[in-house]
């Protein structure tokens, strides 16, 4: 994809602004890469502490990654319930290890740390359940892979500043922004986290802030009059979907 000029520098523009309000931060996340990319599955449509709480629960009940695997699925989902949807994602968890196992003899992620960005993506999404936001906060968080993770707040904000279409799908968005932004993976880490902080403090999905937002000269959404649009329309509860 050949990057257009003048968007880039609205998206550098935007970045540069969170940047200043957040902070740069180093790149950290779970110390442990299965850790990470279980929490990640768990996290999917889930808070921060239920997710917290899911997988604690889960290591109490089957302290060893074989005994996850070998779990009862519906003990294994009442471990994990107070995610969303844990009769999704305990199937998928075991898949995981299953064919981790099966593949690599222990459930041990390392080894995608010498595969090429692109190899680590394949193996990852190849999984049921491991959809490319769930590999590429793996493979940028754990093995600092210049990969860029768009989640429900970076797609939103984003989407509401105009920095891509109004019906980019959060997987496209995915690629069309990295290929606006430098491969650099603490840049990349800085915007995930920016844009991902934005939409949960700020740019939230009924009731935005808008008033003190850093990006409102530059958001179409506010510029359109979609701040007062949102007002009259319902709340919906939204359907499971790859994490
Ligand atoms: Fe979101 Fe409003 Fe800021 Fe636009 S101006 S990014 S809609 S909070």
């Known amino acids: 994809m050949q990057p257009d000029s003048s968007l880039t520098a609205r998206i550098h523009d935007a970045h540069e602004r969170l940047n200043k309000l957040y902070g740069i931060q180093p790149i950290e996340g779970y110390s442990d890469p299965m850790h990470e990319l279980i929490g990640t599955i768990l996290s999917h449509r889930t808070t921060h502490a239920a997710e917290v709480t899911a997988y604690r629960t889960m290591r109490e009940r089957f302290p060893t990654w074989e005994q996850v695997r070998d779990a009862p699925l519906d003990a294994l989902t009442d471990a994990i319930k107070t995610a969303n949807y844990p009769e999704v994602k305990a199937p998928y968890i075991q898949h995981l290890l299953t064919h981790l196992f099966r593949e690599q003899g222990s459930a041990n992620l390392d080894f995608l740390d010498s595969l090429s960005t692109e190899e680590a993506m394949n193996w990852l999404t190849r999984l049921p359940g491991i959809g490319l936001k769930t590999a590429t906060i793996?493979?940028?968080?754990?093995?600092?892979?210049?990969?860029?993770?768009?989640?429900?707040?970076?797609?939103?904000?984003?989407?509401?500043?105009?920095?891509?279409?109004p019906t980019m799908s959060a997987e496209k968005a995915h690629t069309f922004l990295l290929a606006h932004l430098p491969k650099d993976a603490l840049l990349l880490f800085n915007f995930h986290k920016h844009f991902y902080w934005h939409g949960q403090r700020i740019c939230t999905w009924y009731f935005p802030k808008c008033r003190d937002c850093i990006l409102r000269d530059m958001c179409d959404f506010y510029q359109t009059g979609g701040t007062a649009r949102l007002s009259s329309t319902p709340v919906r509860k939204k359907k499971p979907t790859t994490p």
């Open 138 to 165: 793996l493979l940028l968080f754990k093995f600092h892979k210049p990969v860029l993770p768009v989640d429900t707040h970076v797609h939103r904000v984003t989407q509401r500043v105009g920095l891509i279409g």
